[in-house]
């Protein structure tokens, strides 16, 4: 039977953070300095963090109790916005036109005084509360705000400045709604700005801030109606999302900020909250329950009470550039749920089981061009990738291993080593040159991605054609998440096509135009610890001879040392067609071989293959 944590428990984990923060702030409760190097935008901003974020998880405390018994955790945050907006206060605020992570943090500030509204805005002085305004307004006619989920800092900021009578800009409002709409794409996905990012943004920000910002006093009448459209959008991305979370609860491993870790779960509560139809309420908080329980099963927070930069332990490698240390206290997105009482559905209704804890699963879903593959027997939800890469169609970038690789799992984490951003080589195929030089996918266009069903015999198809090309990145990066930008050489033109069905990937590859430079053909698989319960898999099922080896990587997976990845290098010859078996699979479920179970290939026509696949099943699909 399954059984979630119950809300008290999840109360009692939300003060424990908010206990292992507070110890850390500032004077008069302003900043929230955790322990840790400085992050990319200094100290100060750093404690600005500290008290935006764990403000979130304050203000959904307080809002759920009602203000009952939460006396100690008002006064310090209301302390602290004092101080916050006083010009004289030795840790005041960095201000929304002196750095513009402030605009990010102050999105927060404005939600949560909203939710709290009777317990801390009502109560301010009045002087405190004109300095508040003071300092939100600077986000009135700014127009630097990043055209990405950005936009919804200053959405939100103006809403609660319109209904404390501070100065707003209807102009403004009407353009980031605009902006937020353009981002839409099929099926309720939107892209977070106008590349092909795709990611875990997609729930934590774009579909999250609308169902809290409807929410909003004075949001009403700003909405014009467009909830319910904002609803059903959510509601149709959460039947894929949902089968996006592991047995284990394990969220997938893919996109950038993955130190935010559980608020992966944010989407789930946004459902319950609004109250989509399609999903049912024990579903969302089960969903919700697996992902949060999924680290705090891990050790997470640490032993101090502190979230650290990483995954299920601190790992520096994985935050982006600009994080400090209190950069990952936006996980408290997942923990949405404590602000809801405790008489509300989601937290009445009995558990119902995720998909991947009901059967396989086997999904396509169009907007980022992934095949979802999940299997019951091991838990583990994989996907494929054709349409993903945090960039432009046709662009020239390196692959980010965060985007951009064919594959991602609920089990494994893409190499993010200095090297994973120049020299693509788990989950891809890539043309290297003469030195050895991998070339990038990043720009590719998507040809397919769709279910075909034959009787017992479905399978995933999804495939791409890519003008591979080999990059010399420039000395000076972004380091946000994208591919790096430098001078690119064409390599030559592969067409991947995906065969999905359960653990297995059969990846046919076409070659085409190839460079003069290029000397052979790489296709890599899944990254796995070497000490650990999954095999990852690699068999020449058709093509010229091929050289198998394994790569080690070590510093290189939140996951941790050492990783393998199994390669099959190819000869590069124009005309070839490559076809691969790509398993991931847990130990104990292999044959007693410790061999996936072997595939047959039939080339029924110039266009169509027969496979049988390790279960035995039998699919005839059009590869062209």
């Known amino acids: 039977m399954l059984a979630d944590r119950n809300r008290q428990e999840w109360v009692a984990y ?16 302003a900043r929230i300095e955790v322990p840790g190097a400085p992050g990319g935008y200094g100290s100060d901003v750093d404690g600005l963090e500290g008290f935006a974020r764990t403000f979130l998880l304050a203000g959904f405390r307080i809002a759920g109790a009602q203000g009952e018994g939460v006396d100690e955790l008002v006064a310090a945050y209301t302390r602290g916005i004092v101080a916050g907006v006083d010009p004289a206060a030795p840790d005041r605020w960095v201000r929304l036109d002196e750095h513009p992570q402030a605009k990010v943090e102050a999105a927060s500030i404005a939600l949560i005084l909203d939710l709290t509204r009777p317990w801390i805005w009502d109560r301010l002085d009045r002087v405190t509360q004109d300095r508040v305004v003071d300092y ?32 707003w800009s209807r102009a403004d409002v009407d353009a980031d709604l605009a902006l937020h709409d353009s981002f839409s794409r099929a099926a309720g996905w939107s892209s977070d700005g106008e590349e092909r990012s795709f990611d875990h943004y997609v729930g934590w920000a774009l579909h999250l801030y609308p169902v809290l910002w409807s929410r909003m006093q004075g949001a009403e009448d700003l909405a014009g109606g467009r909830t319910a459209v904002d609803v059903a959008a959510l509601d149709r991305y959460l039947q894929d999302a949902v089968c996006l979370v592991g047995a284990d609860g394990a969220p997938l491993l893919q996109g950038r900020s993955l130190i935010y870790r559980f608020a992966a779960a944010a989407p789930f509560w946004a459902g319950a909250l ?44 994985l935050a982006q550039s600009y994080s400090g240390p209190a950069s990952p206290y936006w996980a408290v997105k997942g923990l949405l749920g404590i602000a809801l009482p405790a008489d509300h559905p989601v937290w009445t209704a009995p558990v119902e089981a995720l998909p991947i804890e009901q059967g396989d699963v086997l999904r396509s879903v169009e907007a980022p061009g992934w095949i979802i593959s999940g299997t019951r027997a091991d838990g583990i939800v994989r996907i494929v990738n054709h349409g993903t890469d945090h ?18 799992s609920t089990a494994t984490s893409p190499l993010l080593d200095e090297d994973a951003w120049t020299e693509p080589l788990e989950q891809s195929v890539a043309i290297l040159d003469e030195v050895g030089r991998a070339s990038h996918r990043a720009g590719m266009t998507t040809l397919r991605c769709e279910v075909e069903s034959d009787g017992p015999g479905r399978v995933g198809v999804a495939a791409s054609r890519v003008h591979a090309h080999w990059v010399a990145p420039d000395a000076d990066q972004q380091r946000h998440g ?13 067409v991947v096509t995906s065969l999905v069905r359960g653990p297995w990937e ?36 058709e093509g010229p001879p091929a050289r198998a080896t394994t ?23 124009t005309d070839d067609v ?21 595939v047959t290939l039939v080339h029924e026509s110039d266009d169509r293959v027969r496979v049988t696949w390790p279960d035995g099943a039998t699919t005839s699909t059009c590869i062209a």
């Not at 960039?391 to 064919?406: I, K, N, W």
């Not at 790569?551 to 010859?573: E, F, I, N, Q």
Request: aromatic residues 6%.
């Open 14 to 29: 939300a003060d424990r953070l908010l206990a292992g923060a507070l110890r850390w702030a500032s004077p008069n409760h």
């Open 482 to 494: 994208s591919g790096w930008r430098g001078a690119s050489v064409p390599a030559g033109e592969l």
């Open 136 to 167: 939100l307004a600077p986000a009135v006619g700014d127009q630097s705000y990043p055209r990405t989920n950005w936009l919804w800092f200053r959405l939100v900021v103006q809403t609660f400045l319109r209904s404390v009578g501070g100065p």
């Open 391 to 408: 960039a432009l169609e046709a662009d020239t970038v390196t692959d980010s291993p965060l985007y951009a690789r064919l594959g991602y």
């Open 578 to 598: 490559i076809v691969t078996l790509v398993g991931l699979e847990r130990v104990d479920i292999l044959s007693p071989t410790g061999a996936p179970a072997p």
């Open 506 to 541: 059969l990846r046919v590859v076409r070659v085409a135009g190839l460079s003069d430079a290029a000397t052979s053909l790489r296709v890599g698989g899944w990254p796995v610890l070497a000490t650990g319960a999954l095999t990852s898999t690699l068999t020449p099922i």
């Open 274 to 317: 609004a109250g989509v139809p399609s999903l049912s309420p024990g579903l969302l908080r089960h969903a919700a329950d697996a992902v949060t329980g999924h680290f705090a099963d891990h050790g997470v927070p640490d032993d101090r009470g502190l979230l650290t930069m990483g995954w299920h332990h601190e790992w520096r490698t």
């Open 551 to 573: 790569v080690v990587r070590t510093g290189s997976s939140p996951l941790g040392d050492p990783v393998h990845v199994p390669v099959l290098t190819y000869p590069a010859r």
